[in-house]
T-cell receptor, first 114, second 114 residues
């Protein structure tokens, strides 16, 4: 069964410092990979996705992620975060394309200090 | 505005009292799905529907029922709720088409069963 591991349930950075949120997946087939963001008391918003093509994916709000097949990773980065980026971030993967079910990681809560 | 709506947004109920959480999308999507979100577990799929009158179990279907009589609606039914079904519930939809896996999430329904 596929799984998604997010290292670090909480990450704290200073404004302007690089943010790196880690995501590793296990899959025997090429995955479709997603990052979602959840602000307090809100639903899930898609940040970016990888399906095929270029392995460096740019998303909204200045986030980007790189798909590395050899490392089975899809880490999320942002060069200069703002306090408004404080939220919970979820990595997710679809490997069962028939069922189209997203398998989510357990989430990483990001704090951005002034 | 293209969106997925859920009602109610918040619900407190007692054990055994049947309830229904509604989900509706206005994007003419064929695929719809229900997830529950619990701390430290990410989101897990409950049920999904690939089209009208076509539904199937996800990862955690026990204690839930669904129906899909119309394309736009996908209600989640708890016939006899129990405290372990206290959770945050999300409905999602996906557009039809090969390679379409991006899920559009509703705002969530926070359910408390006492």
């Amino acid at each position: 069964a596929q799984s998604v591991t997010q290292l670090g349930s909480h990450v704290s950075v200073s404004e302007g410092a690089l943010v790196l949120l880690r995501c590793n997946y296990s899959s025997s087939v090429p995955p479709y990979l997603f990052w979602y963001v959840q602000y307090p008391n809100q639903g899930l918003q898609l940040l970016l996705k990888y399906t095929t093509g270029a392995t460096l994916v740019k998303g909204i709000n200045g986030f980007e992620a790189e798909f590395k097949k050899s490392e089975t990773s899809f880490h999320l980065t942002k060069p200069s975060p703002h306090m408004s980026d404080a939220a919970e971030y979820f990595c997710a993967v679809i490997t069962d394309t028939g069922r189209r079910a997203l398998t989510f990681g357990s989430g990483t809560r990001l704090q951005v200090q002034p | 505005e293209a969106q997925v709506t859920q009602n109610p947004r918040y619900l407190i109920t007692v054990t055994g009292k049947k309830l229904t959480v509604t989900c509706s999308q206005n994007m003419n999507h064929e695929y719809m799905s229900w997830y529950r979100q619990d701390p430290g577990l990410g989101l897990r799929q409950i049920y999904y529907s690939m089209n009208v009158e076509v539904t199937d179990k996800g990862d955690v279907p026990e204690g839930y029922k669904v129906s899909r009589k119309e394309k736009r609606n996908f209600p989640l039914i708890l016939e006899s709720p129990s405290p372990n079904q206290t959770s945050l519930y999300f409905c999602a939809s996906i557009p039809h088409g090969r390679g379409a896996y991006e899920q559009y999430f509703g705002p969530g329904t926070r359910l408390t069963v006492t």
